[in-house]
């Protein structure tokens, strides 16, 4: 059982606000990621972290930050939010250290519905 | 680099109804091939993975076989519920150790009673 938690799960907010989705787990693991999910239901990876003081952009352009300053917390930053914005935010994280193969299996939080005004 | 091909649109089916859904992928080296289900207002659940060719992946009914020969890794399940409504993705993790999935576009299953 995956204990990857996502909070808030649901965010309407109006345009120029400044805010924070935030993603936590209690497996340990080094590795997170943030995906996000457009309408269409593809995922876009937009940023991710092998560990504390790590982090790296994706596969798609973001305005979003992240930070990674204890191993079980990786929250999503946007300094100021747009229509754009809107959209579907995953998070996850998987097992076994930077470089090293594992078990390659994510896990994923609940996700987070971000509506921007 | 890495790439993942679902079959487009969406899948309605009656229940009972045997499900396929068709999944190719694009690597180099060794990949790690995964089908992962996500039901309506969640996130993503690993549903099964297969770690080297040959390996056949099952869960709850669902299996999938990593075929390099065609590179392939297609999803089967012989008699759906309606509590298989969901989008699966398939996707593949590279060999290198750094875990980073190329997901496909993934497929709406929809299952009528």
């Known amino acids: 059982e995956a204990d990857i938690y996502q909070t808030p799960r649901y965010l309407v907010i109006g345009t120029g606000k400044k805010i924070t989705l935030e993603c936590s787990q209690t497996m340990g693991h080094d590795k997170m990621y943030w995906y996000q999910q457009d309408p269409g239901m593809e995922l876009h990876l937009i940023h991710y972290?092998?560990?504390?003081?790590?982090?790296e952009k994706g596969d798609l352009s973001s305005e979003s930050t992240v930070s990674r300053i204890r191993t079980e917390h990786f929250p999503l930053t946007l300094e100021s939010a747009r229509p754009s914005h809107t959209s579907q935010y995953l998070c996850a994280s998987s097992d076994g250290l930077a470089g090293e193969a594992s078990t390659d299996t994510q896990y994923f939080g609940p996700g987070t519905r971000l509506t921007v005004l | 680099g890495n790439s993942v091909t679902q079959m487009e649109g969406p899948v309605t089916l009656s229940e009972e109804a045997f499900l396929t859904i068709n999944c190719t992928y694009t690597a180099t080296g060794y990949p790690s091939l995964f089908w992962y289900v996500q039901y309506p207002g969640e996130g993503l659940q690993l549903l099964l993975k297969?770690?080297?060719?040959?390996d056949k992946g099952s869960n709850k009914g669902f299996e999938a076989t990593y075929r390099k020969e065609t590179t392939s890794f297609h999803l089967e399940k012989g008699s759906v519920q309606v509590s298989d409504s969901a989008v699966y993705f398939c996707?593949?993790?590279?060999?290198?150790?750094?875990?980073?999935?190329?997901f496909g576009k993934g497929n709406q299953v929809v299952v009528i009673p």
């Open positions: 996707a593949l993790s590279d060999s290198g150790g750094n875990n980073r999935l190329a």
């Open positions: 972290s092998y560990g504390v003081n790590s982090t």
């Open positions: 297969a770690t080297k060719a040959d």
